[in-house]
């Protein structure tokens, strides 16, 4: 797991002691401000109890809002029921609802499972992105437990279905593998998981020794993605199966036409890898003499055919994962949320911190912070209960914010003035 260090929170400067004066009259100074304060409430106290009324009433309306969006979830209107689902994977994605959901988790388990069912395309694929977030939401408890079960049939009917619509497979292979690695509790549910992943990236021609597959790019990079997370919680028993014969199959979509899908496959590869490392199981045969040599290629790419972006990419991510094949030593990297961050050490972190990131976007950071679940997977301990003065004092000013910039990209100019100029001597 991630190693994590939590920034220390200091309050304001210690109190000053008082001037000498006479029992009396200190005596005296606290009877009136006694009496002062018997008469009728402070400022302070007022604008606090002000605030809390109005976070609370805000909060009910929040909750209002959602209850309507469920209902309008059985709406006969397809625009309504999209719009609701929308609206739905904004709230889950930035909010923690725990709570809330508890107690309505399966009137709105059974009203996704319907639009998985009767929708089509878009809608499908929405309901598929709320059930990973509400199993997300709810934690690896059994009421998680109870959600994935009634979904899995479903999510795999859809995944498995090639008459489907490409975003709609696409969505349910991030969810099957969300789910079961949130609430997963049996080795069977595990392995079939995996097995019906796998064979959604891995079609019999391409473990046959045959080309990569080239239609529906991101449908197979959801399913690899989903498949090298479920790995990060398989037993030793099942992991030596898989190193034995189903790590073989990764190399050829290497050759894919889809960069994401190549990257993809690296970094499993360096994660199956890492695994090995782990059980001390050695895989260095001639599979992996040529698997290296291809890795060479693609960190030293420059075929003019591909995107100048993602052949840059391409490079960066490959020279990290031939440098783990060949010294065993990964890049750290690390992952900073409002006063805290976490190291990234390891193939397995990296490969979870990715998809919980795809999943939540642009809240990861929220619930990095505050959900229970992420943070005992990361291992962050608690959530960290800070009040606003803290909060504040933790704020940099616009200003320094500019001024730190403008610094900064002063020197990146002068530095890289210097390598371009062309009347710099060459030795």
């Known amino acids: 797991m991630p190693r994590f260090r939590r920034a220390t929170c200091r309050g304001p400067g210690g109190g000053r002691a008082g001037s000498p004066g006479s029992e009396e009259e200190t005596g005296s100074e606290v009877l009136s401000h006694g009496s002062s304060a018997s008469e009728g409430g402070s400022p302070a106290e007022e604008h606090t109890g002000i605030e809390a009324a109005g976070e609370k009433g805000q909060e009910e309306e929040a909750e209002d809002r959602l209850k309507e969006h469920m209902d309008n979830l059985l709406d006969k209107s397809a625009k309504t029921r999209l719009a609701a689902l929308r609206s739905l994977r904004l ?71 090639s008459m489907a619509s490409p975003g709609a497979r696409q969505s349910c292979a991030t969810a099957l593998g969300m789910c079961c690695y949130i609430a997963a509790a049996d080795l069977e549910d595990l ?15 391409t473990s046959e020794g045959g080309s990569a597959p080239s239609q529906h790019g991101p449908l197979h990079c959801s399913a690899l993605q989903s498949w090298s997370l479920l790995l990060t919680i398989c037993p030793s028993s099942h992991i030596k199966s898989i190193l034995d014969n189903a790590w073989l199959r990764l190399p050829p979509l290497l050759a894919s036409s889809n960069v994401a899908l190549r990257i993809l ?69 690390t992952i900073r949320f409002g006063l805290e961050c976490m190291y990234l050490d390891s193939w397995a972190c990296q490969r979870t911190y990715q998809v919980f990131k795809e999943v939540l976007s642009s809240g990861i950071c929220h619930h990095l912070q505050n959900n229970e679940l992420l943070r005992e997977i990361f291992g962050l301990g608690p959530p960290l209960v800070l009040d606003a003065a803290a909060l504040k004092a933790s704020k940099v000013s616009r200003f320094k914010k500019h001024l730190y910039n403008s610094a900064a990209f002063k020197a990146r100019t002068k530095a890289r003035s210097r390598m371009r100029d062309k009347r710099a001597d060459v030795l």
Do not use: W
């Open 91 to 161: 709230a889950f994605s930035s909010r923690t609802l725990s709570e809330f959901l508890l107690e309505r988790r399966l009137t709105l388990t059974d009203s996704l499972e319907k639009c998985l069912k009767k929708g089509k395309g878009e809608e499908q694929a929405l309901a598929g992105a709320v059930l990973a977030l509400l199993c997300l939401q709810m934690g690896s408890g059994p009421e998680a437990e109870e959600v994935f079960r009634s979904v899995k049939p479903l999510l795999v009917s859809v995944l498995t279905d």
């Open 191 to 205: 392995v079939s998981c995996l097995s019906c992943l796998e064979s959604i990236f891995s079609p019999p021609s």
């Open 265 to 333: 496959a690296g970094e499993t590869v360096a994660l199956v890898f890492e695994l090995a490392q782990d059980m001390e199981v050695d895989l260095c045969h001639q599979d992996t003499v040529f698997l290296c040599a291809q890795l060479r290629v693609l960190a030293t790419e420059s075929n003019k055919y591909r995107a100048k972006m993602d052949r840059r990419k391409q490079r960066s991510i490959f020279r990290d994962i031939l440098h783990f094949i060949e010294s065993c030593e990964y890049q750290e990297e």
